[in-house]
């Protein structure tokens, strides 16, 4: 499965759009992209999933590059609620039930 | 239920003794994982049904470690002998398919257990 790099931690205020950048190098053609929040003391929740260019939904937009091997979650105007764990996650399509994690990105919003 | 129920919310326990951890996954659901989140970590994966079966159980550190689902839908995971680098809350996961990396995982609290 390929592995996922992303910043340990990032600082925002209320407010501000948030793009966290994840680079997953060695990405296979048939490897989804998947983002995952995760609030103290809660499991992870699932937030988006991409393939390739962009997809929005109510929460956050994914952008993927044509060479997918990076990854951007942007967070619109973010509020004190989203400071949270991001994990950037990658695995393949058929048939595959292990997610891996890694550490995440902390991400702080500030007043 | 709404979510994913797991129990006990926390467990404390002396360093050789039993513990269960059970988990009622969103009913329909036929996938069930485990996972385990040390602090500061990312879960990790150990185990995974597809209705009753286990389908995969690799990521289980020892045979320490086992897990069941005896009608498709409960299930739970049992630790014997437990030792203080067992502690971490463990996660249990649904979902409709078995497919994790294309759909949604459904993520439960966590049982979080400390092993003295």
């Known amino acids: 499965l390929a592995k996922t790099t992303q910043p340990i931690s990032m600082d925002s205020y209320e407010g501000q759009e948030v793009n966290i950048t994840c680079s997953h190098n060695?990405?296979?053609?048939?490897?989804?992209i998947t983002w995952y929040q995760q609030f103290p003391s809660q499991g992870p929740r699932f937030i988006i999933q991409?393939?390739?260019t962009k997809v929005t939904n109510e929460v956050a937009s994914l952008f993927i590059p044509a060479d997918r091997k990076s990854s951007t979650l942007s967070l619109p105007r973010v509020s004190l609620s989203d400071t949270a764990v991001y994990y950037c996650?990658?695995?393949?399509?058929?048939?595959?039930?292990?997610?891996?994690f890694g550490s995440g990105t902390r991400l702080l919003v500030r007043p | 239920g709404a979510g994913v129920s797991q129990t006990p919310s926390n467990k404390v326990t002396e360093k050789g003794k039993y513990v269960e951890l059970r988990c009622d996954p969103i009913?329909?659901?036929?996938?069930l994982y485990w996972y385990r989140q040390s602090l500061g970590q990312g879960p990790e994966f150990l185990i995974y049904?597809?209705?009753?079966?286990?389908?995969?159980d690799s990521g289980l550190p020892n045979d320490r470690f086992f897990a069941v689902r005896p009608e498709g839908s409960v299930s739970t995971l049992k630790i014997q002998r437990t030792e203080r680098g067992d502690s971490a809350v463990y996660l249990c996961?649904?979902?409709?398919?078995?497919?994790?990396?294309?759909?949604?995982?459904?993520f439960g609290e966590g049982s979080r257990l400390t092993v003295l």
């Open positions: 996650l990658v695995g393949p399509m058929d048939s595959s039930y292990k997610l891996i």
């Open positions: 049904f597809q209705g009753t079966g286990a389908a995969d």
């Open positions: 009913s329909g659901h036929t996938a």
């Open positions: 996961a649904s979902s409709f398919g078995g497919n994790a990396n294309t759909g949604e995982l459904f």
């Open positions: 991409g393939y390739k």
């Open positions: 060695n990405i296979a053609t048939n490897d989804y």
